[in-house]
């Protein structure tokens, strides 16, 4: 299910949040669904909020994940940095690549960002 409205990020989100939350799970989607007892990865939440912020214009960690905002932010930025660096059509590149590797639940979306191996 694309749309889970039992993952608290995208259920409890209102306005500007939520349209960030569904950015994010349109781009980049999580192999398995988050619970209160599962979050997918830092690096998964990571990715997720660097797609939501190519779209929308600003780099924000996805409130209601497992991991801390902090943290998230800590591994997002220095990819963002780098992803913002290149060129329109390469960014491009680097968002089709993220979405393919997390629809194929394999690889490394976050890597894939900056032409990262994959896995």
Known sequence: ???????????????????RALVAQGI????????????????????????????????RPLERTMHDTGQQAAVADPVWKTFMARTRAEQRQGINALHDAAVACSGDPLGALTGGATR
């Open 28 to 59: 980049a989607p999580l192999c398995r669904p988050r619970s209160d007892t599962e979050s997918g990865t830092l690096e998964e939440a990571a990715a997720q909020s660097i797609a939501a912020a190519w779209v929308l214009g600003e780099l």
């Open 1 to 19: 299910m694309l749309v889970d409205f039992d993952d608290a990020v995208i259920g409890e989100a209102r306005g500007e949040e939520l349209t």
